[in-house]
């Protein structure tokens, strides 16, 4: 017998167990054979691992169908209990093995091009993953989806996103505020997919007790990243010795995903990347898995696909 806590993030306790608990005994005797506690946002469940699977699924099922309806019904956890309610219907397929992590407003976060996936997959199977390819890919998307998914099921104690600060051809050193105010517009792309996944008040509890950090690459010099899923973007703004002191700040018990675009380089003509340089040398490399997106993954406005083809036909 095996125990199994379920921290509800995306649903207050009372819309998923109903008025005196009558929603959550419904569960309940779908599942007569687990021991089920349930206490404000906390439910313990124990019995066997297969049960413990499935009674985690509904529970993920329901909460998308509360997301996206804005409501839960007795009726409608009795149909999506009895399976009358479709899959595509109560969870926008959320039972696929491609779904990553549930978002704020019903949004369902999956790998949905063949590239995602194999991002998803090497993660799943390796400890470093490069993932490279132009804008629109989903490439840093999935890799904090991937983060979040593993901060939730506590396969990890922190995320740390990070980006070198380089400036994209613009002079943001004349900003006003304190140092986090100036890099903070560089961040800014992690912090959107961030509160996409994580509820506001969570999102504001992780980052003020740093089980989410987002720095600067520079400010990784000297720390040992362990217990960690940890994020470089725009790896290729950063240079050869930034990229090494990165790749070398891996703990024992840590995920790397590297992400890039070999194409979009900001950084001075003197400077050279370092991103070609760690493809090179880190290609053979077992553990490492390097994943190459291209325009077919570009999933933003179908401009945007037309863009990356005709830059692409240029080179």
Same mark, same amino acid.
């Given at each position: 017998?095996?125990?199994?806590?379920?921290?509800?993030?995306?649903?207050?306790?009372?819309?998923?167990y109903?008025?005196?608990?009558?929603?959550?005994?419904?569960?309940?005797?779908?599942?007569?054979?687990?021991?089920?506690?349930?206490?404000?946002?906390?439910?313990?469940?124990?019995?066997?691992?297969?049960?413990?699977?499935?009674?985690?699924?509904?529970?993920?099922? +329901?909460?998308?169908?509360?997301?996206?309806?804005g409501? @839960? &019904?007795?009726? =409608? /956890? %009795?149909q999506?209990?009895?399976?009358?309610?479709?899959?595509?219907?109560?969870?926008?397929?959320?039972e696929?093995d491609?779904?990553?992590?549930?978002?704020?407003?019903?949004?369902?976060?999956k790998?949905?091009?063949?590239?995602?996936?194999?991002?998803?997959?090497?993660?799943?199977?390796?400890?470093?993953?490069?993932?490279?390819?132009?804008?629109?890919?989903?490439?840093?998307?999935?890799?904090?989806?991937?983060?979040?998914?593993? +901060?939730?099921?506590?396969?990890?104690?922190?995320?740390? @996103? &990070?980006?070198? =600060? /380089? %400036?994209?051809?613009?002079?943001?050193?004349?900003?006003?505020?304190?140092?986090?105010?100036?890099l903070?517009?560089?961040?800014?792309?992690?912090?959107?997919a961030?509160?996409?996944?994580?509820?506001?008040?969570?999102?504001?509890?992780?980052l003020?007790?740093?089980?989410?950090?987002?720095?600067?690459?520079?400010?990784?010099?000297?720390?040992?990243?362990?217990?960690?899923?940890?994020?470089?973007?725009?790896?290729?703004?950063?240079?050869?010795?930034?990229?090494?002191?990165?790749?070398?700040?891996?703990?024992?018990? =840590?995920?790397?995903?590297?992400t890039?675009?070999?194409?979009?380089?900001?950084?001075?003509?003197?400077?050279?990347?370092?991103?070609?340089?760690?493809?090179?040398?880190?290609?053979?490399?077992?553990?490492?898995?390097?994943?190459?997106?291209?325009g077919?993954?570009?999933?933003?406005?179908?401009?945007?696909?037309?863009?990356?083809?005709?830059?692409?036909?240029?080179?």
């Amino acid at each position: 017998m095996r125990e199994k806590k379920i921290i509800l993030e995306d649903i207050k306790p009372i819309d998923l167990y109903g008025i005196n608990d009558s929603k959550l005994e419904l569960i309940k005797k779908r599942f007569p054979k687990l021991k089920v506690v349930a206490r404000g946002e906390t439910i313990k469940i124990s019995g066997e691992e297969e049960d413990l699977n499935q009674f985690e699924m509904v529970i993920h099922i +329901l909460t998308a169908y509360y997301n996206r309806y804005g409501n @839960l &019904t007795e009726n =409608a /956890v %009795e149909q999506i209990l009895g399976g009358a309610v479709k899959r595509d219907q109560s969870s926008e397929n959320v039972e696929g093995d491609d779904v990553l992590v549930f978002g704020n407003g019903g949004l369902v976060v999956k790998a949905r091009t063949a590239n995602q996936r194999k991002i998803v997959d090497g993660i799943s199977k390796n400890d470093m993953v490069f993932a490279i390819g132009p804008a629109g890919t989903g490439k840093t998307y999935t890799a904090v989806a991937l983060a979040v998914r593993a +901060l939730k099921n506590k396969e990890v104690k922190k995320i740390i @996103l &990070t980006r070198p =600060a /380089v %400036e994209a051809g613009e002079n943001l050193g004349f900003l006003p505020g304190d140092l986090k105010e100036k890099l903070d517009p560089y961040l800014q792309p992690l912090y959107d997919a961030l509160g996409d996944m994580i509820a506001p008040e969570k999102l504001s509890y992780y980052l003020e007790n740093r089980v989410i950090q987002i720095a600067p690459l520079a400010f990784m010099r000297g720390r040992t990243l362990d217990n960690a899923f940890v994020i470089l973007d725009e790896a290729q703004n950063a240079t050869e010795g930034q990229l090494k002191m990165f790749l070398t700040r891996m703990g024992s018990s =840590a995920k790397f995903v590297i992400t890039g675009d070999i194409t979009q380089v900001d950084l001075p003509k003197h400077q050279p990347s370092g991103l070609p340089q760690a493809l090179r040398l880190l290609n053979k490399v077992e553990g490492i898995v390097f994943v190459q997106l291209d325009g077919t993954d570009v999933i933003r406005h179908k401009l945007v696909k037309k863009i990356v083809e005709l830059y692409d036909s240029k080179q």
